[in-house]
T-cell receptor, first 116, second 115 residues
Framework: NAGVTQTPKFRVLKTGQSMTLLCAQDMNHEYMYWYRQDPGMGLRLIHYSVGEGTTAKGEVPDGYNVSRLKKQNFLLGLESAAPSQTSVYFC???????????????FGPGTRLTVT | KNQVEQSPQSLIILEGKNCTLQCNYTVSPFSNLRWYKQDTGRGPVSLTIMTFSENTKSNGRYTATLDADTKQSSLHITASQLSDSASYICVVSETVQSGNTPLVFGKGTRLSVIA
């Protein structure tokens, strides 16, 4: 049981390049999330998904796109990277309680992205 | 605006000593409060989750308290160890009718335990 895994662990991009971050979970969780963590700030939600085939915007969605084609995978795409997207990206997943409430979120190890 | 404020920003203590981290929040309506531990270069790991009706919850040497009236929580670490060196993040969840449950993250307290 690997939990939540993220690929890659590190990446350096030039401004304007594109890339996709992959998140995978083997806990059969309904909900999955993408966050970014910047120095001196709390984690901020980029996009999330409440189930296969569904996605929604979080607090800071601009410049990112996501897809949830399979329940276990959640992809985060940067179409045209900008230096402001230099950050550490965390994926998380959680199971769904009755009434749509969520419980504990399990986080991946993070992807450190630098855009030059 | 929903906010979570943590204090202190950073703390250095000697191994074996106790310490208490603070969290104040303005999130409403309140659903639950979580404390996470984040080691350097790793993702956050849950320590405790408390709902409105819970005043205290322990996880080994970690004890969290919650006062929903004053909207304050604390995390007490007993007999600190070098491995306790990490950032501790307070997270508050809103109550919603359906869909995603929004989480409001604090900026964390950076704890350093030295020998």
């Amino acid at each position: 049981n690997a939990g939540v895994t993220q690929t890659p662990k590190f990446r350096v991009l030039k401004t304007g390049q594109s890339m996709t971050l992959l998140c995978a979970q083997d806990m059969n969780h309904e909900y999955m999330y993408w966050y970014r963590q910047d120095p001196g700030m709390g984690l901020r939600l980029i996009h999330y998904s409440v189930g296969e085939g569904t996605t929604a915007k979080g607090e800071v969605p601009d410049g990112y796109n996501v897809s949830r084609l399979k329940k276990q995978n959640f992809l985060l795409g940067l179409e045209s990277a900008a230096p402001s997207q230099t950050s550490v990206y965390f994926c998380a997943s959680s199971y769904r309680l009755a009434g749509g409430r969520t419980y504990e979120q399990y986080f991946g190890p993070g992807t450190r992205l630098t855009v030059t | 605006k929903n906010q979570v404020e943590q204090s202190p920003q950073s703390l250095i203590i000697l191994e074996g000593k106790n310490c208490t981290l603070q969290c104040n929040y303005t999130v409403s309506p309140f659903s639950n409060l979580r404390w996470y531990k984040q080691d350097t270069g790793r993702g956050p790991v849950s320590l405790t989750i408390m709902t409105f009706s819970e005043n205290t919850k322990s996880n080994g040497r970690y004890t969290a308290t919650l006062d929903a009236d004053t909207k304050q929580s604390s995390l007490h670490i007993t007999a600190s160890q070098l491995s306790d060196s990490a950032s501790y993040i307070c997270v508050v969840s809103e109550t919603v009718q359906s869909g995603n449950t929004p989480l409001v993250f604090g900026k964390g307290t950076r704890l350093s335990v030295i020998a």
